[in-house]
Structures are given as C-alpha cells and as structure tokens.
C-alpha cells in the first residue's frame, strides 16, 4: 500500500493505525490509538473472534485478517505472543506498513535480524516496545546520570502476576525490560554477563558489567509485593527510580551523626534528598505518540530494530547461563555462570 501522504508532516489526514493480537496489552494499544490526536484506529486483527468482536465493538472498528488491516493501514502494532512475531512483522513490513512490535522483537536473534533487514530494505519504521524508555521517570534519570561517575546499578522488577500464575520466563517478560533500559540509559553495550535462576522461570538474577559500570539485574514472579526499581550509585549520589510512583530522588551529601541527650549517645544519619521534577503521563501513550511522529517525520525511532536485537541477545545469554539450557549455537551441554561477550 501506499503511504506517500505521510513524507508531509503537516498533512491533515490521519494516520490509519491498526492492531494485529488484542489480547490485555494490545487492546491497550487500540485504546491509546483510538485516543491520539491525529490517528485514526481502523481495525484490530485477532485469532481469537470472541475478543476480537469485543474489542473492535468496544471502540467501533472491524476485527479483520491481519492481511486485510495491513491495506487499510499506515502503522500497525504487533501485539501477538511472541512465537509468531516473526511472521506478523514480516507480514505487515511486506505489505508496506511501519510497525512496531511488542518486546522480544523476535523468538530469536536471527529472526530479529531479518526483520531488521526486511524493514530497512522496505525503507519502513519497525519500532521495538520497550515501555519503559518512554516512562518519564526513566527519561528523567537518563539526563540526570548524563554527568555523573556511574559505579553500579540495580534493578528489580518484582511481584506475581495479577492472575496469580506464571505465564512465562520472568527473563524474557520481566527481566528484558530492565536490561534495555540499563543499556539506554549508561549507552554501553555488555562485556560480561553471569546469572542465575530457577529452573521453573520464575525467578533470575543477572550482573552485567558495562565498560567500568556493573549492574546487578533481577526479576522474579514469586515476591510477594510488586516492586519497580532502579538505583543508580555514582561517586558524587545515589539515585533512586520507582517506575510505578514515576518518581526520582537523588541521596547527596550523606553523613552519619552522633548526639548525645541526657548523656546517652544517639545515632542518626542524614543526606540532602533532591527530587527533580519528572512529567507525568502513561509510559504507552509516550511510545506510541513517539511511533507516529517518527513515521511522520521519517526519524531513528526510539527505540530501534538493533535496540530490541541487543535487548534480546543479552537475555538470551542470562537464560541459558541462569537454567544451564543450551541454545541453537552452544555446542557445550555444562552448566557456564558467566561469559565474556
């Protein structure tokens, strides 16, 4: 199909949007799409026809082939499980429709790197979601450590699942989230990598050293609260992210104190707390806001194809050193604890 009206930015016609998978996170895709200014939502694609009939009522389109949706469509979003990513995302970038796709880009790194290709040669946007970049707490500590002597960080992503059972590996739900946003924020590829887990996938911890900086990464299913963290320590502050309050304070200046009251000895330690402001909005309406600009004006999405192939790389690797589970390209059936990359 065509999309030669969108090289104007300023044109007045809408951007057709489409939804291929409307499960729990793809119809919050066609909520935020239905909502946008400038976009115009025309149809959802799903293999299940009762909540694809549900969903397309709820906000008055069609549910269609995916086929179909991608001739009516500008952008599409890629919300399905994500075996069948692969072939979703070729699909649409075939049909000549800019697409981003929910994270992991791709089952593996191989496929993920024919769609980067695919998309590059098609001279479309594929754009990967990870939420979380455009969660404006996260976009605040990125110029905040800009100047600062990062030593360390910590993330924690935490909490069982609100139906109660584990859908799938916390490292490639949960965990993937984090490693990108690590990566993005310190801008450094990894060096090493050493992890470890349980073998049912609902728990992993990984430390993953970037150039001079380590960051200690951990995801669980089986912590009784949810949890949303990340804390950076740096030479000159400690800053800590609560991606849930969306939220930034930033410890300068701690020190340890003695008093003395009626001759008994007190201890208290003090710091400045800084809280830098941060804007509010929904992480989701960020990314996709971001999506459609970028097809717009033809710019790097945020979060690029090779963004999403690094993010899946890395994860790939802390599974199989967290469970001892061999991939396609490791000849060697021991369990490993770490590895130079």
Excluded: W
């Excluded at 959802?44 to 389109?61: F, P, S, T």
């Amino acid at each position: 199909m065509s999309t030669d009206h969108l090289a104007d930015a300023t044109t007045e016609e809408p951007i057709r949007a489409g939804v291929i998978g409307v499960g729990s996170m793809g119809e919050n895709h066609a909520r935020v799409y239905d909502e946008l200014p400038g976009v115009e939502l025309v149809g959802i694609a799903d293999r299940d026809e009762e909540i694809a009939l549900r969903v397309a009522a709820e906000y008055g389109v069609e549910p269609i082939d995916p086929e179909t949706l991608c001739e009516r469509c500008d952008v599409v979003t890629v919300a399905v499980p994500t075996h069948a990513h692969y072939e979703a995302v070729s699909t649409c970038l075939e049909a000549g429709v800019h697409v981003l796709v929910e994270k992991p880009i791709a089952e593996t790194v191989e496929q993920g790197r024919q769609l980067a290709e695919q998309a590059r040669e098609a001279g479309l946007t594929l754009q990967v979601g990870h939420i979380e970049r455009f969660n404006p707490a996260v976009q605040a500590v990125k110029e905040v450590i800009e100047d600062l002597d990062v030593i360390s960080v910590e993330a924690e992503r935490l909490g069982p699942p609100i139906d109660r059972t584990a859908p799938g590996n916390v490292i490639f739900d949960l965990m993937v989230h984090d490693v990108d946003v690590v990566g993005s924020i310190l801008n450094e590829q990894p060096s090493s990598v050493a992890a470890m887990g349980t073998e049912n996938g609902r728990y992993a911890t990984a430390t993953i050293e970037y150039g001079e900086t380590v960051a200690t990464v951990t995801a669980s299913r089986v912590t009784q609260k949810k949890v949303r963290k990340l804390t950076v320590t740096a030479s000159e502050c400690l800053v800590e992210v609560d991606y849930l309050e969306q939220s930034v304070l930033i410890h300068r200046d701690s020190y340890p104190e003695y008093l003395t009251n009626d001759g008994t000895p007190r201890y208290r330690h003090e710091s400045v707390v800084e809280r830098p402001r941060v804007d509010s909005g929904e992480p989701l309406r960020n990314e996709l806001r971001s999506f459609v600009e970028t097809v717009k004006t033809g710019a790097e999405p945020e979060v690029t194809a090779e963004d999403g192939i690094a993010a899946l790389e890395t994860v790939q690797l802390i599974d199989r050193l967290a469970t001892g589970r061999r991939d396609e390209t490791d000849g060697d059936p021991t369990r490993e604890s770490e590895v130079e990359v």
